[in-house]
């Protein structure tokens, strides 16, 4: 019934996960001494941006932003002013929850509103490529049985993947490996683009499968 919102959702997760790949592998053509551990802040940032950027980019071409109700210049622009403070906003909130499960307050201040900024970038801002700047719609996504289409479902899915996957990569930090990966927030913002990608690949190949179960009713 959705085999075509299915296949362009699985090519946007191509394009958007292949940025991640390009994200990862440029940076160390123009930065000397570039790894993922070594330079990490490089690195979340560049995967950051590059994210933030195709997936604007794409679901605007695909036409998945919902349209505005009004054309007026001032209406678009109070829309782009929203959704960036939503964003800034989002980052806040991250930052806060992250310090309330254990990350310094003062110390890696800088490291841990980074790892916000990333689990922003993955989830905050997909939340606004689809929804747009409505808190109404995402309570009503996120809400039990709130999906109204393969997209919301796919929101669902890429965003507890990537929630889970940076909560799971805060385990390994208090073991006494001694590895680089285990510097904060490494392991947290790997297991958080594991998940992400993760969801990128689970979330169409799950619809794609429950698509005969899947019903949407209109709100």
Do not use: N
């Amino acid at each position: 019934m959705w085999d075509h919102e299915i296949r362009a959702m699985a090519s946007t997760h191509a394009i958007i996960a292949s940025s991640v790949f390009m994200a990862t592998v440029l940076p160390a053509v123009f930065v000397p001494g570039f790894s993922v551990y070594g330079t990490h802040l490089v690195w979340l940032y560049s995967v950051s941006g590059a994210v933030t950027a195709v997936s604007v980019a794409v679901f605007w071409l695909l036409g998945i932003t919902p349209p505005t109700k009004k054309h007026t210049l001032g209406y678009k622009l109070s829309r782009l002013f929203r959704s960036c403070l939503y964003f800034f906003l989002s980052c806040l909130f991250f930052h806060s929850v992250v310090v309330l499960y254990g990350a310094p307050l003062i110390e890696s201040a800088l490291e841990t509103f980074s790892l916000a900024v990333l689990l922003t970038s993955l989830t905050t801002l997909r939340c606004l490529c689809v929804l747009g700047p409505s808190v109404q719609a995402w309570i009503r996504v996120f809400s039990r049985h709130g999906a109204m289409s393969v997209w919301d479902t796919c929101l669902q899915i890429t965003v507890a993947c990537t929630v889970v996957g940076a909560w799971l990569g805060a385990f390994p930090i208090p073991l006494d490996w001694d590895r680089p990966w285990q510097v904060w927030p490494v392991s947290c913002s790997l297991g958080a683009m594991i998940g992400f990608l993760t969801g990128l690949v689970g979330a169409p190949a799950w619809i794609h499968y429950h698509r005969k179960q899947l019903t949407y009713k209109s709100k």
